[in-house]
């Protein structure tokens, strides 16, 4: 393959891949306090939704961006009062999130909009537009810097830069900073992190936040970068596919950055290559499509085991008198 086939997998991955990177995030920064997130679907879907309602709605991808991070926020807060206040059973709330997510968004989709849950086409306005980086294009033609630079680097909303600079943030807050330090105590013995005077309320809240804010650009880029509109189940899938892609990164930022950049090649491939022939066989569509859902099972089926959660993942907490 030369560059001109190259390059635009490669663009294609990074984009793939940011929702995905987002979402992973969110997870890594929930199920590390502790908080198992199986609704990391429904509030990328409903961040989608009010992203791209709003931004239609006002013309302003600003005014999208927050009214999604706000959809979000309001289910991670809800996933959060039934798993922490509550002492909830953690999955059974986040497959509720998802279920709600799917339902909502298509009955105030079609309240707002009367288009069968979608929103209307989104205007420039209210898209993130791409950003040509400095001397993109006068490098363009520079033998293999050129199209890397120009074609591959430059070019991408700044979502795409942030979902990137994110896993560099995360891996700082995590490893670097005290509320990293007892964000992980937290979620491997609560009991140590109660008995040294810091409150696991408070850090498992402080997660599930953050984890709504994260879940809220993802779903508000993936309607309004990635796509010009929200339709019915436009994540696809792709709350559980960061979830495998945690796992599979073993609940590390830098390992969830290539985890996700694996689903979104994948993706990529799936999307360029179609009604291929291999081997004197062609290979349809529809498989080619499936290359990430596929690769999710087979994480899930093979790494599971392998891969140690959180200690404390999934269990309640009860305060000690």
């Known amino acids: 393959m030369d560059w001109a086939t190259i390059i635009p997998i490669l663009t294609a991955t990074l984009r793939a891949a940011t929702p995905l990177l987002f979402v992973c995030l969110a997870g890594l920064f929930s199920e590390r306090s502790g908080i198992i997130d199986i609704g990391l679907e429904g509030k990328l879907l409903i961040s989608a939704f009010f992203s791209a309602g709003m931004a239609a709605a006002s013309g302003s991808v600003w005014i999208g961006l927050l009214a999604g991070i706000g959809a979000s926020l309001a289910l991670s807060l809800v996933h959060g009062i039934a798993s922490i ?11 509720a999130l998802n279920f709600l997510a799917s339902g909502l968004t298509v009955v105030i989709g079609e309240s707002w909009f009367g288009l069968g849950g979608r929103t209307p086409q989104l205007p420039d306005s209210g898209r993130f537009q791409p950003i040509t980086l400095p001397g993109a294009e006068a490098m363009a033609d520079v033998p293999v810097i050129g199209p890397i630079y120009s074609g ?32 992980r105590a937290v979620g491997e013995n609560p009991e140590s992190v109660d008995t040294a005077g810091i409150s696991v309320t408070r850090l498992r809240y402080g997660a599930i936040v953050i984890a709504g804010v994260l879940c809220g650009i993802g779903g508000a880029y993936l309607a309004t970068g990635l796509a010009a509109g929200f339709v019915k189940e436009m994540s ?11 796992i599979f990164a073993k609940w590390r930022p830098w390992y969830a950055l290539g985890a996700c950049l694996l689903f979104g090649f994948l993706d990529a491939i799936g999307n360029r290559f179609q009604n291929i022939e291999l081997l004197g066989v062609n ?6 499509q499936a290359l990430p859902y596929i690769l999710t099972v087979v994480i899930l089926a093979g790494f599971v085991g392998k891969a140690i959660p ?4 999934g269990q309640p907490y009860v305060k000690e008198r």
């Open 283 to 288: 290979i349809p569509t529809q498989f080619m």
């Open 310 to 313: 959180p200690r404390a993942g």
């Open 236 to 246: 696809a899938g792709r709350g559980y596919i960061a979830l495998a892609a945690l």
């Open 152 to 183: 591959l680097i430059s070019g991408h909303t700044f979502l795409v830069y942030g979902a990137f600079a994110t896993v560099a943030l995360t891996w700082w807050v995590l490893y670097r900073t005290r509320f990293g330090l007892h964000l």
């Open 85 to 95: 206040t509550f002492r909830g059973n953690q999955l059974i709330s986040g497959v």
